[in-house]
Structures are given as structure tokens and as C-alpha cells.
């Protein structure tokens, strides 16, 4: 079964720096893209940044150039590295991973919450 475990989440002032981690367990990581979501109150969820089987990278235009997606395929892990934060980038954040073999078969974390304050 696949489980994805969560961390790194907490509250930071603006242009403040946090980095995330995600532990994936019970999948074949190398066959899954891995990202990074963010869903705050009243909105829907989002993709912050993706990184694919091949280590190809997509981020948001809200990310780009201040967070980092970056995997471990020997530990099974995805980081986040976000910097220069904004109170809008207050949210939760779920890892998500996308079996490559398969369509529309993500697995979700259960969200860590990223609150910056101005």
C-alpha cells in the first residue's frame, strides 16, 4: 500500500526559508512523479512543483525561482526547499505521487500546514 509521510511544515516570518519532506513507502519510487501541492482556505488545491521519473521539473509561476523540488530514488524521499516566503504562500502542502505506468493514479500525504507571517 502506499503511504507518503509528510514534514517540515511550520510558521515563518516573510522571506523566510522552509524545506519539506516526503517519505514515500510501498511503491516502486522510480516509477512514480512526485510533487508538491498546496491547497489554502477558499481555494482549490494547486500544484506548487512536479518532479518526473526522468528528473525533469515543473513549478508553478507562484515558485519559480524560489523553491526547489529535489528527490532521493535510494531513500525514497521529495523535498521542497522553499525561499524568500510570502504570507501567500500560507497553505497546506501535500505530496503527491503519480504512478507513471498507470493514468490519474495519484496518492495523496496527508498535508502539513506552511504558515508565513508578515
Known amino acids: 500500500q502506499v503511504h507518503l509521510e509528510e514534514s517540515g511544515g511550520g510558521l515563518v516570518h516573510s522571506g523566510g526559508s522552509l524545506t519539506l519532506s516526503c517519505e514515500a513507502s510501498?511503491?516502486?519510487?522510480?516509477?512514480?512523479?512526485m510533487g508538491w501541492y498546496r491547497q489554502s482556505i477558499g481555494k482549490e488545491r494547486e500544484l506548487v512543483a512536479r518532479i518526473g521519473i526522468g528528473g525533469d521539473r515543473v513549478y508553478a509561476d507562484s515558485a519559480e525561482g524560489r523553491f526547489t523540488i529535489s528527490k532521493d530514488n535510494t531513500k525514497h524521499m521529495v523535498y521542497l526547499e522553499m525561499n524568500n516566503l510570502k504570507p501567500e504562500d500560507t497553505a497546506v502542502y501535500y505530496c503527491n505521487a503519480l504512478d507513471a505506468r498507470r493514468v490519474n493514479a495519484h496518492t495523496w500525504g496527508q498535508g502539513t500546514q506552511v504558515t508565513v507571517l508578515s
Open positions: 510501498g511503491i516502486n519510487f522510480r516509477q512514480y512523479h
